[in-house]
């Protein structure tokens, strides 16, 4: 609607051109063909009923709006060099030209009036939203003098790098080693942690790739037509499975878009999907319709054997006995009770399962996994039903992401850092798939350290995590973070709090390269700054991006570059040298020449690919904006080690194992010699001998673990219920999303979702207000009454609630409340809405005809963190107490008591087991992680 309103205003003066047809048949064809995308002429949409041509020239990007990184293809106007919109790009191998809705609205975040649009400087006390506007090479000079002078007295430590949105594959990791720190931050564990711990037990790789194109039956624990991980690239692929016959299961609490569109819909108790997943196990087990060829072949039912019945004789035909008997107890009708999921269902769905063979594709991400104590062991019960019907690495089954997810090797790789920062990875989690990120703030109050130089990137926390008025207390205090520097293409909760807030790019505004296991098959997407590069074609020189960009909004990739300089201009500390240029020696490297290394050098096929059309890889690149690498990508697994492989390795008689040089190379099964998984075993790890080493002998198979809300700890008589509040909208973005105009318009409220039934019990209608008790405060939300839930669970997505402290500066109007936040003693806030969404006066005329009031309700403040005590993951679900609030309480009210917050930290705390593990380790050195530190930082010296 706003478009067009804007088209009416800027109406011009018609112009008659006439278009040549896109094919000579004069036939219309979806995209335009890649031959014209210089010089591409189109009709003007709000110029109608007038055939008014434009002219175009049409340059490739990747959108930064969720992690699938879509190809999308910029239209920028050749007269007025402003990007018109943005579609899909048609040779993306991944998403084939389409975008969900967050795609095209980059261009509302580009053209918002509300954007940063200079690097500022906070002015008085942190937080007292007072800014000014700082040059880049002041922000540079200080930030460098600071981390300089932590590396020369030797507390490199202090400085991290917290990242929400990576949107790249490795620059920062190299930048970080190239400092030689350990100061990398994530987001994961508040995201996907857990199902990451699950599936790298079976199979080393932390993700699964499911070629549901292929598939004959897929198992969803997730909503992916319509939010899931890599939704867009999976949901038209799940489609197009489900249009050639393939049946589709949805294991969710709501009924999602993604359940609407499935052939059954399973709705389990929060926390049991596990018990579920073990009673398919079950049947296909008990009915022998298993695949006895590929279990017998590819899991290390030996070291099962020894390590759980070595008084039995060590047979394949004995191991199925004994996995039988393991697993009797978990039948359907068990199932049923602590599901609530009929055992007839149960069987049915299984039956199916086993019936697809090595054609079921099944995926978890977030979903059960993130929300429950014990959630890893969901994804691993879930790809325990892959490796039973032989589905792994198969047409239409799943493969380790590994597989299908390409990244390129660098130029001037550093070494890996010699040095181990715990407040990242604490001996007390030393199983967790990425770092301890929301505990952070607890960390540092609790005295384990503190931070020189903090940056956080496309990250907000202060709204995104749990506990977030921890997270403020914690940024408010300077002696625990010296200096917070926000990396933010828009304003958040978070950035007010810091004393830099410098603007980055969005996706058509900044490079990367990105791959992604969207589907069978790999791929690379390079993203670029779109006007820059189409200004380049025109023969205009530019130094730095944010000369071509919105006023200054730069790029990371310069940005690091010029920093990592700074830090270390004269080469003494060994940074400099890895930021000098390949091709000029001792000169500094460009973003161009940076990718124009990689390209040229760590991307089979593209060279040759791109000398077809007598062009250079990054020409290449920028022209077509991805790369196809590989298509071929099936039984990977059973890959034939080479003769050269081969030499100078040895074989371990008992296990099969391959080695060479110390390091597993391959497994020897029968007579072939062959790579296998990078687990310890070479095999899928049904049995886990790294979890008995590291103090969890109780879960070395895959289990069921009772959730903390599991029903029996709910008290409905008491208006107790489980609180799910992970689910995404699909058309936001957890915080990118506030300055995009187009999708507030679209989603702009988060009401309680509730079961008929409860809310008869409760007492509300739809619209009515609920009060929601935590373990450590309460919010107030309205409610939608309805029977899309299962009865006892309420239900509300995170991706609403966005609030600001002052008016008109610290938080789009488009999407913010403007909230009054009252501390009313040392560890007790109070938050209340003081005016909602509201027309404003900017320079974009659409601001002033927002027809749209609510900004939804911020629940995630007022959880407490729940970090599982294996995987570390962030545990969303919540037990609350909901009742009518009281007369004096309002829509959007929040109390919270951080000092319970810290009490509840402890509490989970104390129920880890911290390393050492063996060898004095603090993790498994098998174990992926991210930014990789070298062996002997794992060591624990003390
Ligand atoms: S699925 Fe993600 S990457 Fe693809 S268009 Fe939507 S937001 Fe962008």
């Known amino acids: 609607m706003f478009t067009f309103v804007k088209n009416l205003i800027s109406r011009k003066a018609p112009r008659k051109d006439k278009i040549e047809p896109i094919n000579k048949s004069g036939e219309l064809s979806n995209f335009p063909p890649v031959d014209r995308w210089d010089d591409w002429t189109e009709y003007e949409a709000a110029e109608w009923p007038d055939r008014v041509a434009r002219r175009y020239m049409l340059v490739p990007t990747i959108c930064f709006n969720c992690e699938a990184a879509c190809g999308l293809l910029a239209y920028i106007d050749k007269e007025t060099m402003q990007i018109r919109k943005l579609e899909g790009n048609p040779v993306h191998p991944g998403s084939r030209g389409r975008n969900c809705a967050k795609g095209p609205a980059t261009l509302s975040q580009i053209n918002d009036p509300e954007r940063i649009l200079h690097p500022l400087k906070r002015v008085g006390q942190r937080g007292g939203g007072e800014w000014k506007r700082v040059t880049w090479d002041e922000v540079l000079t200080d930030i460098a003098g600071r981390i300089r002078q932590a590396f020369l007295d030797n507390r490199h430590n202090e400085v991290m790098y917290h990242v929400g949105r990576p949107g790249h594959d490795g620059y920062m990791d190299r930048v970080l080693q190239a400092w030689g720190i350990d100061g990398h931050n994530s987001h994961t564990n508040v995201c996907s942690g857990a199902a990451r711990l699950g599936y790298a037990l079976w199979q080393g790789s932390d993700r699964p790739s499911p070629d549901h194109a292929n598939a004959k039956f897929i198992l969803l624990l997730s909503s992916h037509l319509e939010t899931g991980h890599y939704f867009n690239p999976h949901a038209q692929r799940i489609i197009e499975a489900k249009m050639a016959g393939a049946k589709i299961a949805v294991i969710d609490i709501r009924l999602s878009n993604t359940a609407s569109m499935a052939d059954y819909w399973l ?197 995104t995590n749990p506990d977030g008025l921890t997270w403020l207390e914690t940024l408010l205090d300077e002696t625990l973070v010296n200096l917070h520097i926000a990396l933010s293409p828009v304003w958040s909760e978070t950035a007010w709090f810091a004393d830099y807030v410098l603007p980055m790019g969005v996706g058509a505004e900044r490079h990367d390269i990105q791959s992604q296991e969207t589907h069978a098959g790999s791929w690379i997407g390079f993203r670029q700054p779109v006007l820059k590069t189409a200004r380049q074609k025109l023969g205009e020189k530019f130094e730095f991006t944010y000369q071509a960009n919105p006023g200054e909004v730069w790029e990371e990739d310069e940005f690091w570059l010029e920093l990592s300089w700074r830090i270390d201009p004269d080469g003494s500390l060994g940074i400099r040298r890895y930021f000098e240029s390949p091709y000029r020696p001792g000169e500094k490297i460009t973003v161009d020449e940076y990718y124009q290394w990689i390209f040229e050098n760590s991307i089979p096929g593209l060279k040759e690919k791109a000398q077809t059309e007598n062009l250079t890889p990054l020409a290449y690149m920028r022209k077509y904006g991805a790369f196809s690498v590989e298509t071929d990508v099936y039984k990977k697994h059973e890959k034939v080690l080479s003769s050269s492989e081969l030499s100078d390795s040895q074989v371990d008689e008992t296990t099969g194992i391959i080695r060479k040089n110390g390091a597993a190379i391959g497994v020897k099964i029968n007579d072939s010699a062959v790579v296998g998984f990078p687990t310890p075993s070479r095999k899928l790890e049904l049995y886990s001998e790294t979890m008995k080493d590291w103090h969890w002998a109780e879960y070395t198979l895959p289990g069921y673990i009772r959730s903390h809300v599991h029903w029996q700890n709910i008290k409905q008589e008491a208006n107790e219920m489980v609180l799910v509040p992970t689910f995404r909208l699909p058309t936001l973005i957890h915080t990118r999303s506030g300055n995009a105009k187009w999708l507030n318009e679209i989603s702009h409220s988060n009401p309680i979702w509730i079961h008929t039934e409860d809310a008869v019990r409760v007492g509300v209608k739809t619209g009515d207000l609920l009060k929601v008790e935590t373990e450590i405060g309460l919010f107030i939300n309205r409610v939608w009454v309805t029977e899309a839930i299962r009865p006892g669970v309420i239900a509300c997505s995170h991706h609403l609630g966005r609030w600001r402290l002052r008016d008109k500066i610290g938080g789009e109007r488009w999407s913010t409340a403007l909230v009054d936040l009252i501390k009313l003693n040392p560890t007790q806030w109070f938050m209340r809405q003081m005016k909602s969404i509201e027309p404003f006066t900017s320079a974009d005329p659409e601001s002033e005809h927002i027809w749209w009031q609510d900004a939804g309700v911020h629940q995630n403040l007022t959880f407490s963190v729940h970090p599982d005590p294996v995987s570390g993951m962030h545990c969303w679900h919540q037990k609350v107490k909901v009742s009518r609030p009281l007369p004096n309480e309002r829509y959007g009210d929040i109390f919270v008591d951080t000092a319970k917050a810290h009490q509840v930290y402890q509490e989970w705390l104390a129920q880890t087991r911290p390393a050492p593990g063996p060898n004095n380790l603090r993790r498994p050195l098998w174990f992926a992680r991210a930014v990789k530190p070298a062996p002997e930082a794992y060591k624990i010296n003390e």
């Open 267 to 463: 709705a389990p108790w929060p926390g049991t999907e596990a018990a579920l997943l073990l009673a398919m196990a079950q049947v296909i087990l008990a009915e022998n319709l298993f695949n006895r060829e590929f279990l017998e072949r590819w899991v290390n039912w030996q070291e099962f054997m020894k390590a759980k019945y070595p008084e039995r004789q060590a047979s394949f035909d004995e191991f199925l006995a004994a996995l039988k008997e393991h697993y009797q107890e978990f039948t359907p009708e068990f199932a049923e009770k602590e599901t609530r999921v009929s055992a007839e269902m149960i069987r049915k769905i299984a039956r199916e399962i086993a019936q697809a063979g090595e054609a079921f594709a099944s995926h978890v991400w977030r979903n059960a996994a993130s929300g429950n104590l014990g959630g890893w062991q969901v994804s691993r019960c879930l790809e325990f039903l892959n490796v039973l019907t032989g589905s792994i690495g198969t047409k239409g089954g799943v493969s380790p992401n590994t597989w299908d997810k390409f990244v390129p090797t660098p130029p001037n790789k550093p070494s890996p850092q010699k040095m181990w920062n715990e407040m990242l990875y604490p001996k007390e989690y030393p199983l967790s798939h990425h770092e301890l990120s929301f505990l952070l703030p607890h960390f540092l109050k609790s005295g384990r350290g503190k931070l020189s130089v903090y940056f956080t990137r496309v990250y907000n926390p202060i709204w």
